[in-house]
């Protein structure tokens, strides 16, 4: 029997999703047509956009540098 693996996506999709989502011109349904996703995964990345967006505005800039080390560390 054939394993089947779970999709992994970016963060740029899922925000890209969402903010499709927030602006409310394709129902969700649509959406997870267009994504290929399903429509619940849209509910989920749109409330946690919400939640988080306030980060945007905090004023502390995003340390990528421990971003790269960790993608390094996983490519080894």
């Not at 989502?21 to 969700?28: G, I, N, V, W």
């Not at 619940?40 to 505005?57: C, D, G, M, P, R």
């Given at each position: 029997?054939?394993?089947?693996?779970?999709?992994?996506?970016?963060?740029?999709?899922?925000?890209?999703?969402?903010?499709?989502?927030?602006?409310?011109q394709?129902?969700?349904?649509?959406?997870?047509?267009q994504?290929?996703?399903?429509?619940?995964?849209?509910?989920?990345?749109?409330k946690?956009?919400?939640?988080?967006?306030?980060?945007?505005?905090?004023?502390?800039?995003?340390?990528?540098?421990?971003?790269?080390?960790?993608?390094?560390?996983?490519?080894?």
């Amino acid at each position: 029997m054939k394993k089947i693996s779970r999709k992994k996506f970016i963060s740029e999709f899922k925000a890209k999703v969402a903010i499709e989502a927030l602006r409310e011109q394709k129902t969700t349904a649509e959406l997870a047509v267009q994504f290929d996703i399903h429509p619940t995964q849209i509910v989920q990345w749109k409330k946690q956009f919400l939640e988080n967006s306030s980060l945007a505005f905090d004023g502390k800039k995003h340390d990528t540098s421990s971003d790269e080390r960790i993608r390094s560390a996983k490519a080894y």
